[in-house]
């Protein structure tokens, strides 16, 4: 049977006691953020740079490649389709271009064929550094990081307590969503529902008898935890205090500081060598 | 089909060193089965009991193929369920399997409908379905007449759990597999899910697994207990003979039966006090005996 568990990390938290886990959950939050900028500043060879960087957060946090992989299988596969299709109708800036094959409307060109990998690229950053945030990071630390980080906003009246809440609860229903539906296919199955083959109105009608009880459950599941907050008085707003206070050492900051030049370097390189990828 | 005048002693279900490990070659693997071996008779009615995470629904999965096994065999009526050319469907419609949350194997909106589903999806004419979802809804306790029209998400845990029961039972199968079948019910719901499977039992020759962390559940309605733990079958035999070693079943935190229980502690007095003992008249009979015994 499907295990979709399998090809969905989304949610999911490795927890290998490596160093990035145990970095202060506001240095990785504002290091993704680093990331995010940078990514939409830069251009291949800035993208290229970033790589090694990358590569050294993902070797220090200890977390299985290949398990990153077929758990992104459908965001891959995703991306190649969007990709085929930047080259394809890819009309660039330049008006001389390298075309390599031309038919109709589509054609292959040298500036196409880089276009699409710097957005590819791009795109595999920003997927890839949120995806370590989630999988480094506990749901608890993530939740106070947000919180202590957006602080400042709660004197203008901004609900921040409840909105990290509401968020990070969201995250969090993502891979038990998954369980559930795992579940439910199971049992339909037992009842004599076949979830392979068929065309696609059977698909179509098995993917509706398993969304209307995943929703019920998600309803029930909602509710449960509201009426558990409530009976443990729960409470939003200023007043709710930590029973962990955050400290960041030093190290931390010394972290923050060399993401914060990589990427800097990363920016600033190119431009100074000369070197670009058109 | 296996032609069973050939081989009349084969069992209707052979298990052969099931592991199964979830979301393996991931941080997330988690292992449910090291190798679990089990022949279960036509007719047979057997406990599979074990503390939880013991791996006792992923076995209730395998039953009916909805693990992808990579080590170890199932065989029903001596055919290999893996097999690329089996049949499953067909399968499926002789393994009857009660899924411990009844929400998730309970399909349609509406309890008549919902019982329906199995029977119907097997093509059977309605006069049947109907005949068998009424049959099924009365032997549960939930009258035809007033719930065939109820929808599904309005009724209780407990109704729910019975009417999944009832889609079951409706389906006819030869082969029944309960998960935690006495999971939130009340006493009465018990001891009328206890009456119905063990009338249908005989009625039908059914034979019955049941799975539980509670002997006394599945005492009621099996002869033999394996008991399973850490993924391994590590007792098995008939019931009585089982609980003569009352200690070894309490160390693997198995809930025993009230009666066992007492036994057990009433050996301070009468050493040689049997724990073997499922029902309070056997109890009392055997500390009368005793004391009885002393008096004179």
Same mark, same amino acid.
């Given at each position: ?8 990390i989304?949610?999911q938290y490795i ?46 946090a200890?977390i299985?490649?290949?398990y990153i ?42 500036? /196409? ?18 995806t370590m945030l989630m999988l480094a990071t ?97 409470? /939003? ?19 923050? /500081? ?21 | ?6 081989? !009349? ?17 991931? !941080? ?114 939930? !009258? ?153």
């Open positions: 049977m499907l295990e979709l568990q399998r090809n969905v989304f949610g927890d290998t006691r490596s160093l990035v886990h145990r970095l202060d959950p506001r240095i990785k939050i504002v290091s993704m953020w680093l990331f995010v900028i940078f990514s939409f500043l830069v251009e291949l060879p800035g993208l290229l740079l970033s790589l090694p960087l990358l590569l050294m957060i993902h070797l220090i200890g299985d490649f290949r992989l077929s758990g992104s299988r459908i965001f891959l596969i995703f991306l190649a389709v969007i990709a085929v299709f930047q080259i394809l109708f890819y009309r660039g800036a330049f008006a001389e271009q390298n075309v390599l094959w031309e038919w109709w409307i589509v054609g292959v060109s040298v500036e /196409g064929i880089f276009f699409a990998i710097m957005i590819s690229l791009r795109v595999i950053v920003l997927y890839y550094v949120v506990s749901l608890v630390d993530l939740t106070d990081g947000l919180e202590l980080m957006f602080l400042p906003l709660q004197r203008i009246r901004v609900p921040v307590n409840e909105l990290t809440l509401v968020s990070v609860i969201a995250i969090k229903f993502v891979p038990i969503f998954i369980g559930e539906l795992e579940r439910l296919a199971r049992a339909q199955t037992a009842r004599g529902i076949s979830f392979e083959g068929g065309g696609p109105i059977m698909r179509a009608r098995r993917i509706g008898r398993l969304l209307i009880p995943i929703f019920l459950s998600g309803f029930r599941r909602a509710d449960l935890l509201t009426m558990a907050m409530d009976t443990r008085c729960y409470q /939003g707003g200023a007043n709710r205090t930590k029973l962990r206070r955050m400290q960041s050492s030093s190290a931390d900051w010394l972290v923050l /500081g060399f993401v914060a030049l990589w990427l800097i370097a990363a920016w600033q390189i190119p431009n100074l060598i000369g070197w670009t990828i058109p | 089909m296996t032609d069973l005048s050939e081989r !009349p002693s084969a069992p209707l279900v052979e298990l052969r060193d099931l592991r199964h490990t979830y979301l393996d070659d991931t !941080p997330r693997a988690s292992v449910a089965l090291r190798g679990v071996t089990l022949d279960i008779a036509r007719g047979e009615h057997v406990a599979v009991v074990g503390p939880t995470m013991s791996g006792k629904s992923t076995l209730v999965d395998a039953f009916a193929h909805l693990l992808r096994l990579k080590r170890g065999m199932v065989f029903y009526e001596g055919q290999d369920i893996a097999a690329p050319e089996y049949d499953r469907a067909a399968l499926r419609r002789r393994v009857g399997i009660l899924f411990q949350q009844p929400d998730a194997q309970i399909i349609e909106d509406v309890v008549g409908k919902d019982v329906a589903f199995g029977p119907t999806a097997a093509g059977l004419p309605a006069e049947e379905t109907r005949r068998r979802v009424e049959e099924s809804l009365d032997a549960l306790g939930l !009258p035809y007449r007033e719930y065939r029209l109820r929808y599904t998400h309005g009724l209780s845990g407990g109704q729910r759990r019975r009417v999944a029961i009832a889609g079951v039972l409706a389906m006819h199968t030869p082969l029944l597999v309960l998960d935690e079948p006495m999971a939130g019910l009340d006493p009465r719901g018990r001891g009328e899910l206890v009456r119905v499977l063990q009338r249908l039992r005989e009625d039908r020759e059914l034979t019955i697994v049941v799975a539980s962390a509670s002997v006394s559940d599945a005492a009621l309605l099996c002869e033999r207990l394996v008991v399973i733990d850490e993924g391994r079958v590590v007792v098995d035999g008939p019931i009585r003979e089982v609980l003569q070693d009352a200690d070894r079943l309490l160390a693997l935190d198995i809930t025993l039966p009230d009666t066992v229980r007492c036994a057990r502690e009433l050996r301070s007095l009468f050493p040689d006090l049997p724990t073997e003992l499922l029902s309070e008249d056997d109890l009392e009979r055997e500390v009368l005996r005793r004391l009885e015994g002393e008096a004179a």
